[in-house]
């Protein structure tokens, strides 16, 4: 890999430097900013003459861009970002160099996540984006985000359509999401993770987005399907691709207050000079609960240190991150508690709850040695440490659940636009990356937190290295193409120290994984795709170390769609999708720690979702997915699973949402999100539980530097709740009721 990374660098600068010279005698320069003056990345500029012959670029993860010009004279600029109004300006070029104003992008009217497919760019060297891979896309600016009231960051999920959410409530496990038909109980783990480019998932899949404050977030990029090269582990349903905000001269601040006890302070400061930016971030809050013993406190803290070349070809930069999480746990109930008192906590969970310490420090390097290549490593280390004190029901025992993880990696990407493929419009893109853990996994029976025996007591290593290649390119100006593979190995070993007894990794060979895409555009405003992907899986924690052979699970996905915007006022998308796995690996849930595999899965579904903008500042939005999911073979163990539906995975989702703004500074929204009620079995012979609606309103007006907010929650307070089955009965888990937080944001 480093000897073709090498070559292609070579080759690049050998056979483009007369290009470079030829179309770089005139050069527009300059930055796009949101309305918070924090830089926006991947926007799209396109600079025409007068004759209309245009130059294109994106902006980099600073917002900055740099556009050649066809000489002297009068240009437009126009730039496109997803989330975010056109600009369009009138631009004079008069010398070599022209260095323009910041360009600042005000959000749509819409508070929808904005879905796009294929819309890359592939005319200047920057890493192709989610919305690059022909995949399907939902994209939440940093604005729509910052919004939002809540717990836990991964609930900022719920607008985006065909992803569900599995709100346990109960302290540090507040829950997960699943997508394309996967549940989110963690019993497979199948959506990858990535926080401004490192990778943040544990080693049981789950995602630690929650120690962000969504005040820090500039993007979520959720993307479906398997399409996606750029990530190995985990991908099975997609992933989430998460920006932080750094860079411009910017500080925001806002104060949070209302039911059950709830309390915020989220902060972020942002200074550029010259070449070194720095950001600064911080938050602070308290939850009494909805339920009794339901409280919890949390404070994160965060930094960012940049600085760029003098020629901008190069950046090095610093991120530090530290969170910490304290909770009680109202524990579950049952069947008639939750009905009777839905608030209530039953007197043995009285000393459950528990705490989560989370430390990441990164380093993130960039070069562009032409105009046309760009070279990006990143180096990082981060800790999971995580600590529950569960008691599940009266007849159990308590149980001290301990995991502490180290991850160390370091990750690659190499992207450019070679000569050859420049003639078809081409990018190619080389990546590798490599992580290793050290993990901890410890269980003790415990009486009131005081620990009378251990259960289990683990120590285990995983090393995973990996690599892509991926091209993308456009052979006639209707038609995109997108191909890739990517490759992984894995080792490490297991101790139970227990036992004594050592145990090493299966032997799962090089994991190979073909990606096609392709988007057909044959008229402006409409678009067809369609993309195949295969991802995998492997065991988690003990099982991929198990004495018995566990094979890894292969998924094959693909997914073909329509979307159009038939007119400035309409955009609407409609896809249909299958996944198959074989030899599907399930966490067993026996306390063992241990995963099995289950048998031949199907997993289909139909997506559907569209806006209209009906003008005054009014837009409608909504979104709708209908989904199975069915155990298709279970082989010889269990043949009475034959054909059954997976458990905890809704039939339907929705989202529907209607938005209004005011050139006067007034706001609202409203918007109801739901889904069907689940099978809590394998077996499919226990009543279903799990379906909900739920409305929430958002009120708020700007005037000058400061920004009131109101918000709702379930307005109707109406019931819903998490349940599922310990083999006895079914055990329920209230979700809150009727909320009302009033807010002020600060900023300048």
């Known amino acids: 890999m480093p000897l073709l990374l090498a070559a292609l660098l070579a080759l690049d600068s050998s056979v483009l430097a007369s290009q470079e010279t030829a179309t770089s005698a005139w050069r527009v320069s300059g930055r796009v900013v949101d309305s918070l003056g924090a830089p926006l990345a991947a926007a799209t500029l396109a600079l025409a003459d007068a004759e209309g012959r245009e130059a294109r670029t994106q902006s980099g993860d600073d917002g900055r861009f740099s556009v050649a010009a066809r000489g002297r004279g009068r240009h437009v600029l126009t730039v496109v970002a997803l989330g975010f109004r056109t600009v369009s300006r009138a631009v004079d070029v008069a010398g070599a160099s022209t260095s323009l104003p910041d360009i600042v992008l005000r959000p749509r009217p819409t508070q929808a996540p904005v879905v796009v497919i294929g819309r890359g760019d592939a005319g200047e060297a920057r890493h192709l984006a989610a919305a690059d891979m022909l995949s399907v896309v939902s994209v939440m600016t940093g604005e729509q985000v910052a919004r939002e009231n809540v717990d836990f960051a991964q609930e900022l999920l719920r607008k985006v359509s065909g992803v569900y959410h599995a709100d346990f409530n109960q302290g540090i496990v507040s829950g997960d999401i699943g997508m394309r038909g996967f549940n989110a109980e963690s019993e497979i783990a199948h959506v990858r993770l990535l926080v401004d480019g490192i990778p943040m998932n544990l080693n049981s899949g789950f995602g630690e987005i929650n120690a962000l404050p969504p005040l820090e977030i500039e993007r979520m990029e959720v993307v479906r399907g398997t399409s996606d090269a750029r990530y190995g582990l985990f991908n099975l349903a997609g992933n989430v691709n998460v920006t932080t905000r750094r860079g411009g001269n910017n500080v925001m601040a806002r104060l949070t207050t209302g039911s059950f006890g709830t309390s915020e302070a989220q902060a972020i400061a942002n200074l550029e000079r010259g070449r070194f930016s720095q950001s600064i971030a911080g938050s602070y809050r308290t939850v009494d609960g909805y339920r009794d013993h339901a409280s919890l406190t949390k404070r994160s803290a965060s930094g960012k240190w940049f600085l760029r070349s003098a020629n901008d070809k190069a950046s090095l930069g610093l991120i530090a991150r530290v969170h910490e999480l304290e909770t009680d746990a109202p524990g579950y109930l049952t069947f008639d508690q939750s009905r009777a008192t839905p608030t209530l906590s039953p007197a043995f969970s009285n000393a459950d709850g528990g705490d989560i310490s989370t430390r990441h420090l990164s380093l993130h390097a960039d070069f562009s040695p032409t105009r046309n290549s760009y070279l990006t490593v990143k180096g990082y280390g981060q800790s999971f440490d995580r600590n529950r004190f569960v008691r599940f029901t009266a007849a159990g025992a308590q149980q001290e659940r301990r995991e502490d993880e180290n991850q160390y990696g370091l990750i690659s990407q190499f992207t450019v636009r070679p000569a050859p493929l420049a003639r078809v419009d081409g990018v190619l893109s080389l990546g590798a990356d490599w992580q290793t853990q050290d993990n901890l996994q410890q269980r003790f029976r415990t009486t009131d937190r005081v620990r009378a025996a251990t259960l289990r007591d683990y120590d285990f290593s995983l090393r995973n290295t990996g690599g892509f290649a991926q091209v993308d390119i456009a052979p006639v100006r209707a038609l995109r193409l997108h191909a890739g593979v990517r490759a992984d190995a894995f080792d490490g070993d297991f101790t139970n120290k227990g036992t004594s007894v050592t145990t090493p990794i299966i032997d799962y060979g090089t994991v190979w994984q073909p990606k096609l895409g392709a988007v057909f555009t044959p008229v402006a405003g409409w678009s067809a795709y369609a993309n195949f992907g295969r991802s995998f899986q492997i065991g988690t924690g003990l099982a ?25 006022w309409l955009t609407v998308r409609g896809g249909v999708w299958r996944q198959t796995a074989t030899d599907e690996v399930r966490l067993k849930f026996d306390n063992s720690g241990d995963s099995e595999n289950i048998g031949e899965t199907e997993r289909k579904g139909i997506d559907l979702e569209g806006t209209v903008q009906l003008g005054g500042g009014v837009s409608v939005w909504g979104a709708y997915t209908s989904q199975r999911a069915t155990l298709v073979e279970p082989g010889l163990a269990q043949p009475q699973f034959r054909g059954k539906r997976l458990n905890h995975v809704p039939d339907w989702t929705m989202k529907l949402g209607a938005d209004w703004t005011h050139r006067s500074g007034f706001a609202a929204s409203a918007w109801t999100y739901g889904q069907d009620d ?55 888990s209230p979700a809150s009721g009727r909320s009302v937080l009033v807010s002020v944001t600060l900023q300048r």
Not at 680 to 703: E, H, Q
Not at 716 to 728: L, N
Request: proline share 6%; charged share 15%.
């Open 544 to 568: 991929s170390y198990s004495t018995k052979p566990l094979d890894p699970s292969v998924n094959d996905g693909w997914e073909v769609g329509v979307i159009t915007a038939p007119a400035a």
């Open 678 to 732: 689940y099978y809590l079995t394998p077996a499919n012979t226990l009543p279903k539980f799990g379906g909900y609606m739920a409305t929430n309103v958002d009120l708020s007006w700007r005037w000058r530097d400061a920004t009131l907010g109101l918000a709702m929650q379930n307005v109707f307070d109406r019931y819903y709740e998490y349940a599922w089955f310990d083999g006895t009965q079914t055990l329920h």
